[in-house]
């Protein structure tokens, strides 16, 4: 193993504990994958995150549908949509899910996240789409998650939860959290009388914003 796979595994198992640590995710039910070379690290299926060690992050080829992985520990059972996603993003370096409990709300309603704050534009568009359903871990979903997210960098998942992508493992933790922020201040907006949309050239204005200030360090906030 080199140094570079090395490093991505102690973040992986970083950052599945900061998942629970800030209220993102619940018990086991999340899962985290990277992108090293022609192959994905992701995280086992049901590992508590306080007993999980590097050594137990599973590496699926991205090219193989099979399942076949290396490692002591099945990967999570939502290895199909992380692998499509790597696969046929190249923009993603990294892919975070979990059940955060504004965003699975709005999942379970169904409800797309629309552009009620400039924010919204951190996920490449006017809006955070919800993908359909289907089961937890099979191909139809990872084919619906892949919709979804198509010229966005995050979506929900209908009577499930969440993705959010970045380049790197630390921008797809930002967008998470950055979308679970941008859900509750939607949720709670419905309860005066619903949101102000912005226009799609607000929007554009503020697309304009991150491209020259870039996501690259997650360093883009709120002002």
Not at 19 to 36: F, K
């Amino acid at each position: 193993m080199d140094e570079t796979e090395q490093a991505l595994r102690d973040q992986i198992v970083a950052q599945c504990r900061a998942l629970n640590a800030s209220g993102l995710n619940q018990g086991t039910s999340g899962n985290i994958s990277v992108r090293h070379g022609a192959r994905m690290l992701i995280s086992p299926s049901a590992t508590p995150y306080d007993t999980m060690t590097p050594d137990m992050i599973a590496s699926l080829a991205l090219d193989d549908d099979s399942g076949a992985y290396d490692g002591p520990l099945r990967p999570s059972t939502e290895w199909r949509f992380h692998q499509k996603l790597l696969r046929e993003r190249p923009d993603a370096g990294a892919i975070v899910h979990a059940h955060p409990a504004y965003c699975t709300a709005l999942a379970i309603a169904r409800k797309p996240i629309p552009a009620c704050h400039y924010m919204i534009a951190a996920f490449g568009g006017a809006d955070v789409r919800c993908a359909g359903y289907a089961t937890y871990g099979s191909d139809a979903l990872a084919r619906l998650a892949v919709t979804a997210m198509a010229d966005r960098t995050a979506c929900l998942l209908a009577n499930h939860g969440m993705i959010a992508i970045g380049a790197t493992l630390a921008k797809a933790m930002w967008r998470a959290v950055e979308l679970e922020t941008i859900a509750m201040q939607y949720t709670l907006s419905l309860a005066h009388g619903g949101p102000v949309l912005l226009s799609d050239t607000q929007i554009a204005d503020a697309l304009g914003g991150f491209a020259h200030y870039g996501l690259q360090d997650a360093t883009v906030s709120r002002s």
